[in-house]
Nanobody, 120 residues
Framework: QVQLVESGGRLVQTGDSLRLSCAGS????????MAWFRQAPGQEREFVAS????????YYADSVKGRFTISRDNAKKTVYLQMNSLKPEDTAVYSC?????????????WGKGTLVTVSS
C-alpha cells in the first residue's frame, strides 16, 4: 500500500516557475513507477509526466516537454515536478500516482492533488 500527498501548488503568473512535490509512504515506494497527471476545470484528466522506479527513464506529454521535469528521490520517498515557463493553460489540479508501469492504466495509487493556477 502506498499513500501519496502532493504539495506546492499555488497561484503564479505566466512565465513563473513552480516545483510540486509528492510525498509517498510505504516500504515499497521505490518499486513503483511514478507519474503526474492534471485535470483542468471541466476537462478530463491528462497525463503530464512519468518516471521509472529507478529514475533512469522519463516521459512527457508534448504540451509540457521542454518546460517540465519529473524527478524522484527514493531515499526521501518523494517525486517532484519542476514546472518552468508556466502558461495559463497549465492551470489544473495536479495529482501524482504510483504504479506498475509508466502508463496511466498501470497506476494503482493516487494522491488527492494540489491546485496550480497560472494567471495571465
Amino acid at each position: 500500500q502506498v499513500q501519496l500527498v502532493e504539495s506546492g501548488g499555488r497561484l503564479v503568473q505566466t512565465g513563473d516557475s513552480l516545483r510540486l512535490s509528492c510525498a509517498g509512504s510505504g516500504r515499497t515506494f521505490s518499486n513503483y513507477a511514478m507519474a503526474w497527471f492534471r485535470q483542468a476545470p471541466g476537462q478530463e484528466r491528462e497525463f503530464v509526466a512519468s518516471i521509472t522506479w529507478s529514475g533512469s527513464s522519463t516521459y512527457y506529454a508534448d504540451s509540457v516537454k521542454g518546460r517540465f521535469t519529473i524527478s524522484r528521490d527514493n531515499a526521501k520517498k518523494t517525486v517532484y515536478l519542476q514546472m518552468n515557463s508556466l502558461k495559463p493553460e497549465d492551470t489544473a489540479v495536479y495529482s501524482c500516482a504510483a504504479g506498475v508501469s509508466t502508463l496511466e492504466d498501470g497506476m494503482r495509487y493516487w494522491g488527492k492533488g494540489t491546485l496550480v493556477t497560472v494567471s495571465s
